[in-house]
């Protein structure tokens, strides 16, 4: 199977988690209903992006309305999803995690976003995931019955490393469900979603929540998919939106041969190592 029916559910995140689950279970139901094979939400789908909500949405994985939910749902309609991020709490520490669930509603992976949020650009935005968020330390490819896909969060994909690693492991997708914010959004989101995309020959997507003015966090939306050569085939604006696009993985196998970036490689030089 090389064709797959991707749906980025670029939902309006609120201040309300049965509300935010109601709307994912809304856009799950309409990306079924235009047989996508494998759904992604976006980081933080159930929880407004704050460091005070993150502490209040905190889910534990062993008994989590928002993760039941979404296992239920895989099943129900035999389909994959990933559930974009949810603050997940494990004993006394909370990480911004991502779960990938199977068509029988299994978790198969889960990633917990490796590098934190913590930046400072002057007079713009300011914001430290730190500040109550652990950072997770493993890489996340998974295999599915499309073949193998790799999982970031947000941040993580401005590390060229972290991609390569995964792509080295096999990755053929490489899923980012992310929220950049309105002055990271419009300089870099793109170019780094096309980027890791052509630096690796694969296809990159990115999730985002629709921009909620009334919340303290803005986020830029536009999620995308960038192919192997480093198009843009698919991108929303800021607003609500469900983006249901075909992708076919034997451009992966074309491209890498025209242009063999990666055979070309000096491993005698230089090589990036999963430790």
């Known amino acids: 199977m090389t064709k797959i ?29 235009g047989n996508a094979d494998l759904i992604v939400l976006p980081e933080m789908f159930n929880c ?10 905190q889910e534990d994985e062993t008994d989590s309305k928002t993760l039941n939910l979404i296992s239920q749902l895989a099943d129900k309609n035999n389909v994959y999803i990933l559930a974009g991020s949810i603050p997940e709490k494990e004993n006394e520490k909370l990480f ?31 914001f430290k995931e730190s500040d109550v968020l652990t950072a997770g330390d493993d890489f996340t490819i998974a295999q599915t019955e499309f073949g193998k896909i790799g999982i970031g969060i947000c941040y993580d994909i401005r590390f060229p490393e972290l991609a390569r690693v995964m792509v080295e492991n096999g990755a053929l997708i490489l899923f980012y469900p992310g929220a950049f914010n309105m002055t990271t959004g419009p300089a870099h989101w793109e170019l780094l979603f096309r980027s890791r995309a052509l630096d690796n020959q694969v296809f990159c997507v990115g999730v985002a929540p629709a921009l909620n003015k009334n919340a303290s966090y803005h986020s830029y939306g536009h999620s995308i998919i960038a192919n192997p050569w480093g198009e843009i085939i698919a991108e929303a604006d800021l607003k609500e939106e469900l983006t249901i696009s075909e992708i076919d993985l034997s451009e992966i196998k074309k491209i890498r041969e025209e242009l063999p970036l990666l055979k070309n490689k000096r491993k005698d030089l230089y090589e990036v190592i999963k430790k």
Do not use: W
């Not at 407004?48 to 949405?57: R, V």
């Not at 991502?98 to 400072?120: C, P, T, V």
């Open 5 to 33: 029916k991707l749906a980025l559910c670029q939902m309006n995140v609120v201040d309300d988690k049965d509300e935010n689950l109601k709307k994912a279970s809304s856009m799950i139901s309409k990306s079924v209903n």
């Open 96 to 126: 911004n995690t991502s779960y990938l669930f199977n068509r029988n509603g299994e978790i198969i992976a889960k990633h917990r976003k490796m590098h934190l949020f913590d930046i400072d650009v002057k007079d713009k935005i300011t």
């Open 48 to 57: 407004p992006y704050s460091n005070d909500k993150f502490i209040e949405y």
